[in-house]
């Protein structure tokens, strides 16, 4: 994904023009290489920038689960190179969504006793020098973009304004179908002719409450809710915890084209076996002792 969007990059997305010859015309697919104040926007094979930026944090936060707990099944090394790789995807993304929520997920992460440890400390002090070097102008724009409407050099993204607009909007054709909502074909563009009142749906709740009205909200927020109820009782229960509320944020707070509930999913079920065969693998050894 990130290789194909340092390729894009250069001004070739070679996956990415694959994938948009051969799929629907009516199909979401943002522009190569969109230049957004001080930043560009990549999005590689995936649909939109934030989606690009969504994964690589998912990623990322992977992989440092690996750099703590993965000895036995990746080397360090390798997990801090895909970790850097990640970290780059996200810059190149240019979004401010995957920072919100993937600043949550990566909670236990950071704040564990791992981090503490004299080896851990000085690779993840040497590494925040480094970022801050050369990515702290670009943390403090995104910064500056989520706690004021001023344009700032993120060019163009949406404010609080423009997003209590867009519920307006929602709420009003949500009230028309309650219970059920207008059907999964509702055009809530109104074929385009309201687009500039709902612009993006920058939330996955507002085409929820249109097309699926209080049971599709219900439902979806239910699968959040059902996987937190059933954390697993062992040390990576905090990281799926954290997966999922740090999904729920990303999912308010954005849209996500190309992107659903299943991609955080896939990575909580890792989580939640890989802590009971890390148990079954620490008995088996004792008993062999």
């Not at 993304?93 to 995957?98: I, L, Q, Y």
């Not at 973009?145 to 001023?150: I, K, R």
Request: with cysteine; aromatic share 18%.
């Amino acid at each position: 994904m990130n290789v194909n969007g340092l390729f894009e990059l250069l001004g070739n997305n070679i996956i990415g023009n694959a994938l948009t010859s051969v799929i629907s015309k009516d199909t979401y697919w943002a522009n190569d290489v969109v230049q957004r104040g001080i930043f560009v926007r990549l999005h590689s094979f995936v649909p939109h920038s934030i989606g690009f930026g969504v994964e690589n944090v998912v990623f990322f936060s992977f992989f440092f689960a690996m750099f703590y707990y993965g000895k036995e099944l990746m080397n360090r090394k390798i997990a801090i190179f895909f970790m850097i790789f990640c970290f780059i995807g996200l810059f190149l993304s240019g979004s401010r969504s995957p920072l919100l929520g993937g600043m949550i997920i990566m909670l236990p992460l950071i704040l564990n006793k791992q981090t503490f440890k004299s080896k851990n400390l000085i690779f993840l002090t040497t590494a925040i020098v480094i970022i801050v070097s050369l990515a702290g102008n670009y943390f403090i724009t995104m910064y500056e973009s989520l706690t004021s409407d001023a344009a700032t050099d993120i060019g163009g993204a949406s404010s609080w304004e423009m997003r209590l607009g867009q519920l307006e909007y929602s709420v009003f054709y949500w009230m028309q179908q309650f219970w059920l909502g207008h059907g999964h074909t509702f055009d809530i563009f109104g074929g385009g002719r309201f687009y500039s009142e709902i612009f993006g749906a920058e939330s996955v709740w507002f085409p929820i409450m249109m097309k699926k009205g209080l049971l599709g909200i219900v439902s979806y927020l239910y699968i959040t809710i059902e996987a937190c109820m059933n954390i697993p009782q062992h040390k990576y229960g905090r990281l799926c915890l954290f997966l999922m509320l740090g999904w729920l944020v990303i999912d308010s707070a954005t849209n996500l084209p190309g992107l659903n509930i299943l991609l955080p999913l896939y990575f909580y079920s890792i989580y939640y076996k890989y802590g009971y065969m890390d148990a079954k693998s620490v008995l088996l050894k004792s008993v062999k002792l």
